[in-house]
């Protein structure tokens, strides 16, 4: 009986990680920054590929752009840090644009970063 118990207990030791309940829960959200536009730019209407960097310690599980309010795009988890969608920037009375970056992990802690675009008429 003693040795059953004790090969009992040796192969709890061999858990998988994801099983250990005293796991520190994940509290440190994604970083996520521009690559392209940058803040400040000025562009031609036209079609544009946003794009941003976000990276996490757990892994990013997706990536939201917005033109102020309005939602322009989600993209879920990529195989790399990088994170793109496709805009037609029209030249409408509105020549300023404050775009919005956010990235959440799977817990969901989330982060943003925000540009300001103009746009030419």
């Known amino acids: 009986m003693r040795y059953l118990l004790a090969a009992a ?5 061999i858990l998988p990680a994801s099983c250990d309940t005293n796991a520190a829960p994940d509290t440190v959200p994604p970083q996520i920054g521009w690559v392209y536009p940058r803040d400040g730019d000025t562009v031609d209407p036209g ?4 794009t941003a960097v ?14 102020g309010p309005e939602m322009l ?10 994170y793109k ?6 030249s409408d009375t509105s020549r300023v644009y404050e775009l919005l970056a956010f990235a959440y992990d799977k817990e969901p802690n989330g982060t943003s970063a925000s540009i300001i675009v103009h746009v030419r008429r």
Do not use: I, P
Not at 9 to 13: D, H, K, T
Not at 47 to 50: H, K, N, Q, R, S
Not at 85 to 90: I, S, Y
């Open 54 to 67: 976000a990276t996490d310690d757990r892994g990013v599980d997706f990536v939201v752009f917005f033109a």
């Open 85 to 90: 969608v496709a805009v037609e920037c029209l």
């Open 73 to 82: 795009g989600m993209v879920r988890t990529t195989e790399t840090d990088t």
């Open 9 to 13: 207990l040796a192969s709890l030791a």
């Open 47 to 50: 079609v544009y590929t946003l």
